[in-house]
Structures are given as structure tokens and as C-alpha cells.
């Protein structure tokens, strides 16, 4: 029996989650899906690959996460939170299969690296790679990050490493189509607008600690300090910018251009909006509140 324990957070995935398992069922570890009310074969799926689940009404990211790793009860040194349209590669399988606990005493969390595909180009510039996920953690040590409204992660204390070698294969199907990727995207502004006008308010704090030379989730906590720091609407020109030009996402072709263009600028600037929005509703409020 692996020591390790993976955990699948689903929703209308019949199109991904048949990769994802076979990708892993022959390292025989304990499976458990986290589902978020699938209309379609989604839960017949799980069936079919004897995977218990269980359904979980969908808030956030980070709150379904949180009762992801609360629902259901593991007994094995470590968990593994993959989404559903996430895939293992050989590699990073031959990684796992070799896993043993007692060789990494002292360590308590794992970053994998990441591969993003959009419409079947991988992401290879604009900063987009490598990038490292903390997805492998020790039981009852990881946690979601409930601070963040949108961009989840787990939070591991004490040491941390990278495996570099190997990736998970990130690839939304469902966003070949544009209406999907702007549908959700949309759905994510509203989250992130409602995120940064709470951390205005004081109201969030970063659990994490920023640090620009430190592990991978550090690092992304510091990039988050100089964003909400940075001038709205100014902010994803210089990002665009920054992603085009200096890391070279222009060499990505049509498509990744395409891609830049869209998660880069239009889904910031949207963001941007709607904080002005809520800002301008806020103060409305007040100036009623005091008449």
C-alpha cells in the first residue's frame, strides 16, 4: 500500500477525471473524490474505478478544499490534492511508486512541477514554466489556505523541497471552448474583486510569509504584496508587458499568445473593474448610511 493518499476535487469532469485516474491507479493508493455536484457521469466514473466520494456544495476553491481534507478520514503519512483535469506524468509516477515516508524524515511538503496546456499548446513562455505546486503533504500538517478567495493553495510548516523532474499535466478540455474559459474566468473576477476589497478593509491577511528568494509559495506571497501595491488599470498593462516581452510569451505562438493576452491582461483588467465597482457601491452606502 503507497504512503500516500490522494485526494480529487471535482465538478462536471467526466471529460478529465478517466485521464487522472488511469494516470495513477497502478500505484494502488487509497482515492478519494471530493465532488461538488456533478450533473453529468462524473460520480459514475468514480464508481466504475471503486473510488469513494462524497458531495460537498461549492463556495470556493479554498473552501472546498478545507472540507476535502476534513470529509474524509486517511490513515496514510501523506496526502496528495490533485484537481481533476490535472494528469501524472511517467516520471512523476515512477517518483511516487518509489516513494517510501522514512525517506524524508524531516521533510513535510512536496512541490511538483506543473505543465499548463490551453487548447492543446503548452505554455511554455511568459513565466509559465517551470512552475512548482505544493500538492504533496503530510497528513494533518497541510492545510488550504483559506485567506484567498480564488487562487487556492496548501500550506505545509517546516521544510519543503521541489521535484523537478516529472510533471502534472494541467490541461481544461472544456476551455477549447472560448465561452467556457470567459464564463469562468468571469466567475473568478467576481472572487478576486470581492478579495482584494476585503484585504482593503483589513479583513484578509496572507497566512504565508513573502519572501522573494524563498520557497515557491513565499515567492508568489511577495509577488502578491508589489501586485496590490501596484496602480489599478495601470497593473495589467505592466504585467502583459512583463509576460510578453521580458519572459518571452510571444514565443509561444498564436495560441499562447492568445493565451498571454486573455489570463494576462483581460481577466486583470476585469478584475480591476469590478474592485472599482464594489469600491464606488461601498462608498454609495456610506453616503446614504450618513443622510
Given at each position: ?100 515516508d522514512q525517506d524524508y524524515t524531516g521533510i513535510n511538503g512536496i512541490y511538483f512541477n506543473r ?24 497528513n494533518q500538517l497541510g492545510y488550504s489556505d483559506l485567506n484567498e478567495n480564488m487562487d487556492h ?42 478579495e482584494e476589497k476585503e484585504r482593503m478593509d483589513n479583513q484578509r491577511v496572507q497566512l504565508t ?83
Amino acid at each position: 500500500m503507497a504512503d500516500f493518499t490522494f485526494i480529487i476535487s471535482t465538478y462536471n469532469e467526466e471529460q478529465h477525471l478517466p485521464r487522472l485516474l488511469e494516470s495513477i491507479k497502478e500505484l494502488h493508493a487509497t482515492t478519494y473524490v471530493l465532488d461538488s455536484g456533478s450533473t453529468d457521469q462524473t460520480l459514475s466514473i468514480c464508481d466504475n474505478y471503486n473510488v469513494e466520494y462524497k458531495i460537498h456544495a461549492f463556495e470556493n476553491h479554498p473552501k472546498q478544499w478545507h472540507h476535502a481534507l476534513t470529509l474524509f478520514q486517511t490513515n496514510t503519512p501523506w496526502i496528495i490534492g490533485l484537481d481533476a483535469d490535472q494528469i501524472v506524468t511517467e516520471e512523476l509516477f515512477e517518483q511516487l511508486a518509489n516513494f517510501k515516508d522514512q525517506d524524508y524524515t524531516g521533510i513535510n511538503g512536496i512541490y511538483f512541477n506543473r505543465k499548463n496546456y490551453f487548447k492543446g499548446k503548452w505554455i511554455r513562455y511568459g513565466g509559465y514554466y517551470p512552475v512548482y505546486l505544493l500538492k504533496m503533504f503530510r497528513n494533518q500538517l497541510g492545510y488550504s489556505d483559506l485567506n484567498e478567495n480564488m487562487d487556492h493553495k496548501f500550506i505545509v510548516p517546516g521544510k519543503t523541497i521541489i521535484w523537478k523532474r516529472g510533471h502534472l499535466i494541467e490541461e481544461n478540455l472544456k476551455e477549447n471552448e472560448i465561452s467556457f474559459w470567459i464564463s469562468k474566468h468571469n466567475k473568478y473576477s467576481d472572487l478576486l474583486g470581492d478579495e482584494e476589497k476585503e484585504r482593503m478593509d483589513n479583513q484578509r491577511v496572507q497566512l504565508t510569509p513573502a519572501r522573494l528568494w524563498g520557497a515557491p509559495n513565499e515567492r508568489n506571497a511577495w509577488l502578491k504584496l508589489l501586485w496590490w501595491k501596484l496602480p489599478r488599470y495601470v497593473r495589467p498593462f505592466l504585467y502583459f508587458s512583463y509576460r510578453f516581452i521580458f519572459r518571452l510569451g510571444f514565443l509561444d505562438g498564436k495560441t499562447g499568445i492568445l493565451f498571454h493576452f486573455l489570463q494576462a491582461f483581460w481577466f486583470r483588467l476585469i478584475v480591476d473593474i469590478k474592485i472599482e465597482e464594489r469600491l464606488l457601491k461601498a462608498k454609495q452606502s456610506t453616503t446614504t448610511d450618513m443622510t
